[in-house]
């Protein structure tokens, strides 16, 4: 499916938006920028009439090589943080239901685009190494500690669970609140074959066409991602699987930790191999919770409400309770 001719122009938005320095009376400012405002419009972020007491920054984080495009809420008091991380091909700018399940939990959030993602800078979704992803997250910790206070949950989906998983092993437990884990990455389903394709075609080609498929009951959301996504980059990295293939084998050879964390996962997702990924990360975490939603696509974050309410259910149970 192609991009419909009627989706807004977003090109020019990395340049224009400003570093940011985490102060709300510093960051607020960049809100006001008109194509911003349209960025936040068409991914329904425009949250002030909702949460007319909470301050919102947008605007981008020298990381390492990438300028890292953000997004963070503060409540007047929150009661402690949430830190999203998205999936592959997937931007921050599509969570707006997990900022919201924050927000009304009176958490403050940090969203932001991974290296290669959405409005960040880099090659168009290459990685070499999961590792990447993870430091870039530990960064962004840091960066932000002043703002956000010491209690810091997560919550991951897809290669942002994968992504959460590589930081709790090598950075330890600088996220010290809970970690939630929505259907996360080790490896996708169908990668039986699609390991002996890679190794075919990985010496002699960057990316191969990317192929949209329904990742949630909502066909809304689905065709909004095929056709009125500008920030969806329409082909895959070569590249990217093999530092994917690399991840699963990383994963496998670390050792037991006794964290306590959550994975929600749907029976009906056909994106990753989620009976493997179960199985993986059940053995590196024995104490690890599990939620199964029978039937449940890929894209929690943006399921259909039967779906996507007692996935987050789940969660406020593990945060709160």
Not at 101 to 115: C, G, I, K
Request: glycine content about 8%; charged content about 20%.
């Amino acid at each position: 499916m192609t991009l419909s001719k009627s989706a807004p122009d977003f090109s020019e938005l990395p340049e224009i938006l400003p570093y940011l320095a985490f102060d709300p009376a510093e960051d607020g400012a960049n809100v006001g920028d008109a194509t911003t405002r349209a960025y936040l419009r068409h991914y329904g972020l425009d949250l002030a009439a909702e949460f007319p007491d909470v301050a919102q920054g947008v605007g981008r984080v020298r990381v390492d090589q990438w300028d890292i495009a953000c997004h963070y809420w503060l409540p007047p008091q929150p009661r402690g943080h949430l830190s999203i991380v998205h999936g592959y091909f997937d931007h921050s700018a599509l969570y707006v239901h997990a900022v919201r399940f924050a927000l009304r939990h009176n958490l403050s959030v940090l969203t932001y685009d991974q290296p290669g993602h959405g409005l960040s800078s880099g090659p168009r979704l290459v990685i070499d190494s999961f590792d990447r992803y993870a430091d870039v997250l530990q960064q962004l910790l840091e960066r932000s500690r002043h703002l956000f206070g010491p209690t810091r949950c997560a919550l991951g989906q897809s290669m942002g669970g994968a992504t959460l998983l590589n930081h709790l092993w090598r950075h330890g437990n600088a996220l010290t609140g809970r970690t939630a884990l929505f259907a996360p990455l080790v490896l996708p389903r169908g990668w039986g074959l699609s390991r002996w394709l890679y190794a075919l075609l990985h010496r002699w080609v960057r990316e191969i066409p990317r192929t949209f498929i329904d990742s949630s009951h909502d066909t809304d959301f689905n065709r909004f991602l095929a056709s009125e996504d500008p920030l969806q980059y329409r082909r895959l990295s070569v590249d990217w699987v093999g530092a994917m293939k690399r991840w699963d084998e990383v994963f496998r050879s670390w050792p037991v930790r006794n964290d306590e964390l959550l994975m929600v996962q749907g029976t009906g997702d056909d994106t990753v191999d989620w009976q493997y990924n179960l199985q993986q990360i059940g053995r590196k975490l024995p104490n690890l919770r599990v939620e199964m939603l029978e039937g449940a696509r890929h894209h929690l974050v943006n399921e259909t409400p039967e779906y996507r309410d007692p996935a987050f259910a789940a969660v406020e149970r593990f945060f709160f309770l």
